[in-house]
């Protein structure tokens, strides 16, 4: 079935460092793919995707690129912020007709020291 | 205004006890769906109903049940709760495609004790 590893947390860094949280997937077919993000004590909201192959998504200074021949979508980000500290999940789109549904992998927490 | 909605946002009962969570969305999407978050914050698929009617229904024990009364709203009834059943449960809707952004609630923290 439809899988998504990513990195285990937690990550911790110093205010402007680079990040870089990796996404590997398994999917038959060609899923979309997501960033999401959770806040402490909030839901998830949609950081960024991509629906297909070579498509680079990017948000609030975060970028993550389709790569269907590493079967990757690795989130990066130049310099973070205190305001960054977050669980960020990866997952994948996968299904037909109306039968679609998130497959996420396991959250990676982010803190980030000023 | 807020696009989707839960209620309660935190309940605590005993173990053996019914209870429900309802959802709503007001983002015209056709598609809604319940999701559960464990103590790790691993999500998994509970259910998905498009238009009111059942689509996936991912290995749920049958003492939850769905129920779709319009396609706004996606309410989940939990009967006879264990321990296990603690964790968040968040409701979301879509467009009934696979590149759609998925919108979530805020998510209602279930305790058993």
């Known amino acids: 079935g439809d899988s998504v590893t990513q990195m285990e947390g937690p990550v911790t860094l110093s205010e402007e460092a680079f990040l870089t949280i990796n996404c590997t997937y398994t999917a038959t077919g060609y899923p979309s793919l997501f960033w999401y993000v959770q806040y402490p004590g909030e839901g998830l909201q949609l950081l960024l995707k991509a629906t297909k192959a070579d498509d680079k998504g990017s948000n609030k200074g975060f970028e993550a690129t389709y790569r269907k021949e590493t079967t990757s979508f690795h989130l990066e980000k130049g310099s973070v912020q205190v305001s960054d500290s977050a669980v960020y999940f990866c997952?994948?789109?996968?299904?037909?007709?109306?039968?679609?549904?998130?497959?996420f992998g396991k959250g990676t927490l982010l803190t980030v020291n000023p | 205004d807020t696009a989707v909605s839960q209620t309660p946002k935190y309940l605590v009962t005993q173990m053996g006890n019914d209870k429900s969570i309802k959802c709503e969305q007001n983002l015209g999407h056709d598609t809604m769906y319940w999701y559960k978050q464990d103590s790790k914050k691993f999500l998994k698929i509970m259910f998905s109903y498009n238009n009111k009617e059942l689509i996936i229904n991912e290995t749920v024990p049958n003492r939850f049940s769905p129920k779709s009364p319009d396609k706004a709203h996606l309410n989940l009834h939990i009967n006879s709760l264990e321990l296990g059943d603690s964790a968040v449960y968040f409701c979301?809707?879509?467009?009934?495609?696979?590149?759609?952004?998925?919108?979530f609630g805020p998510g209602t923290r279930l305790t058993v004790l």
């Open positions: 997952a994948l789109s996968a299904g037909g007709g109306s039968n679609y549904k998130l497959t």
């Open positions: 979301a809707s879509s467009h009934p495609d696979g590149t759609d952004t998925q919108y």
